[in-house]
């Protein structure tokens, strides 16, 4: 059986140790079966990730005391993601992978065919923490709070914007990566199902950092485009290498 792991927004540090709330204490010691002695990792997105033993056990608290620090903190690419919310469980699948795949900055972006005028934030981030927790991350992306894109683009101040055209009239992602360094700060700007709207590529294209990709020969989806996109940025430019 694998080692349970955690995110606590608490400090981690050398023999120190972690109060558990309700939440987490349900879940290590009704969900799981853990008891006093029983290990697990935990790790906070600024300390890295630490071993811990079980040192108190309750119904509705628990304590953690830390062991050994098992991985230094270390920051994922500089990716950020841009996306139209979709339809709730496809946002969801969006936010999670692009946590799983690195990413560090997620910003909800709403467009004239944005079919999705509400986000749950919290949720969103419970999602995050959850994948993190899962594929070994040590960090949680940030989430922004949702803007217009007109907005965010109207004040874009130079950083490199992949946007994913869905015309396919532009070079092929692998492409249009190839003379770009490793380590190069980008933003992915993926559309909503109906694609952006003449006015919005009209002022994407007005950027001059801005450099149209091709995801190949399919129309995707919007969360496959969005995960197809994070995937290749990362193989190109990101830790994957």
Request: hydrophobic share 40%; aromatic share 6%; with cysteine.
């Amino acid at each position: 059986m694998s080692t349970v792991r955690l995110f606590l927004d608490t400090p981690l540090g050398a023999d120190g140790s972690a109060a558990l709330e309700r939440e987490h204490a349900h879940y290590l010691f009704n969900v799981m079966r853990l008891g006093a002695g029983d290990t697990v990792t935990v790790f906070n997105g600024k300390d890295g990730e630490w071993s811990a033993t079980v040192a108190e056990a309750g119904k509705k608290r628990g304590l953690l005391s830390l062991t050994a620090q098992t991985r230094p903190q270390s920051e994922p690419p500089d990716i950020e993601l841009l996306f139209a919310p979709i339809k709730k469980a496809r946002t969801d699948f969006i936010v999670e992978k692009a946590c799983e795949l690195g990413c560090r900055r997620l910003r909800p972006v709403f467009t004239r065919y944005t079919n999705s005028e509400r986000l749950n934030l919290p949720r969103l981030r419970a999602h995050m923490v959850e994948a993190a927790e899962q594929c070994g991350g040590l960090s949680i992306p940030t989430l922004d709070d949702p803007l217009k894109l007109r907005d965010v683009l109207a004040g874009w101040t130079g950083r490199l914007l992949i946007f994913c055209n869905e015309a396919r009239t532009a070079p092929e992602i692998s492409t249009a990566l190839a003379g770009l360094d490793r380590g190069t700060p980008v933003s992915i700007l993926v559309g909503p199902e109906g694609g952006f709207a003449p006015e919005e590529m009209k002022a994407i294209q007005a950027i001059d950092s801005a450099l149209p990709v091709s995801l190949g020969p399919r129309i995707l989806r919007a969360d496959t485009a969005a995960v197809s996109a994070i995937t290749m940025v990362q193989s190109k430019l990101g830790d994957w290498g």
